[in-house]
């Protein structure tokens, strides 16, 4: 049972690029989320969703964009990156009925 | 708008007493608050929960107390250890929104 698994766990982008941070759950999670970290701070929620075909906003989605055309797969994509979303990305789950969340080992990404 | 919050940054202790971190939050609805513990390079892990309709619950070496009037949430931790030295976030969540809300984090340092 692998729980949560994001790749990369590290990425340099310059100002501009485009790329896709993965996310996959085998545990047959209903939620999914995406959630940035900045140093010092708390969990911020980029996007969310509660089932396959079904994705929302949270506090802080400009810029990234998602999909979950399957329960187990959440992909993020950053449009255009940003000096800005320089961050550390955590992809996490759980079950509907559920409040434990399963968080990823996160992404360090980092714009320059 | 719905906002969790910790009192304090940083907390120091020493090994062998009890630790006592803090959170306030602002949304009545909460149906469930949840304490996390991040270490160093990693992501989050669920320590312990209670429901809104609960005022205490305990578990392996650590409480949680909720009280609603003052819409004040506690984590206490006996006999802190060395192990115990790392980042705690409570954070709450609305059952069936989808989405969890973090506050900031208290960073625990043990010294021995």
């Known amino acids: 049972n692998a729980g949560v698994t994001q790749t990369p766990k590290f990425q340099v982008l310059k100002t501009g690029q485009s790329m896709t941070l993965q996310c996959a759950q085998d545990m047959n999670h209903e939620y999914m989320s995406w959630y940035r970290q900045d140093p010092g701070m708390g969990l911020r929620l980029i996007h969310y969703s509660v089932g396959a075909g079904i994705t929302d906003q949270g506090e802080v989605p400009n810029g990234y964009n998602v999909s979950r055309s399957t329960t187990e797969d959440f992909p993020l994509r950053l449009l255009s990156a940003a000096p800005s979303q320089t961050s550390v990305y955590f992809c996490?789950?759980?079950?509907?009925?559920?409040?434990?969340?399963?968080f990823g080992e996160g992404s360090w990404l980092t714009v320059v | 708008g719905e906002s969790v919050g910790l009192h304090l940054p940083t907390l120091s202790v020493q090994e062998g007493d009890n630790s006592i971190i803090n959170c306030a939050y602002s949304?009545?609805?909460?149906?469930?608050f949840i304490w996390y513990k991040q270490e160093s390079g990693k992501g989050p892990q669920f320590i312990i929960d209670?429901?809104?309709?609960?005022d205490k619950r305990q578990g392996q070496r650590v409480t949680v107390l909720l009280n609603k009037t003052v819409k004040h949430l506690s984590l206490q931790i006996a006999a802190t250890q060395p192990g115990d030295s790392a980042v705690y976030f409570c954070a709450e969540n609305i059952n069936n929104a989808g989405k969890s809300t973090f506050g900031d984090g208290t960073t625990l340092t043990v010294k021995p």
């Open positions: 209670i429901r809104s309709n609960m």
């Open positions: 949304n009545s609805a909460s149906d469930y």
């Open positions: 996490a789950s759980r079950i509907r009925s559920g409040n434990t969340i399963y």
